[in-house]
Nanobody, 123 residues
Framework: HVQLVESGGGSVQAGGSLRLSCVGS????????MAWFRQNPGKEREGVGN???????SNSDAVKGRFTISRDNAKNTLYLQMNSLKPDDSAMYYC??????????????????WGQGTQVTVS
């Protein structure tokens, strides 16, 4: 069965950096479109960015220039490098997988599989 496992979350001071990882298994990782979303309690889940099987990325305006999405297909791993973190970036971060690139890229209904999340706290 499909499994997505995130790691790398934690607490960091504003201006700091974190790198999140998401390991996928049980499906063809290399051909999947992968994404990062985030959510705070009481708020809607929002897209952070995605990367298709060709390595083409999309990012939300809120993180452009600060966050970078990448993937290592040999390791079945998705990454989110987060720099210049702000308190507003605090959230539970989830990775998600779609068989085909969704349009729009942050259309949540098109991402079939989701991880359990990793918490990021910026103070």
């Amino acid at each position: 069965h499909v499994q997505l496992v995130e790691s790398g979350g934690g607490s960091v001071q504003a201006g700091g950096s974190l790198r999140l990882s998401c390991v996928g298994s049980g499906y063809n990782f290399a051909s999947a479109c992968m994404a990062w979303f985030r959510q705070n309690p009481g708020k809607e889940r929002e897209g952070v960015g995605n990367i298709d099987s060709y390595g083409t990325t999309s990012n939300s305006d809120a993180v452009k220039g600060r966050f970078t999405i990448s993937r290592d297909n040999a390791k079945n791993t998705l990454y989110l490098q987060m720099n210049s973190l702000k308190p507003d970036d605090s959230a539970m971060y989830y990775c998600a997988a779609a068989r085909y690139p969704p349009a729009p890229w942050n259309g949540q209904v098109d991402y079939r599989d989701w991880g359990q999340g990793t918490q990021v706290t910026v103070s």
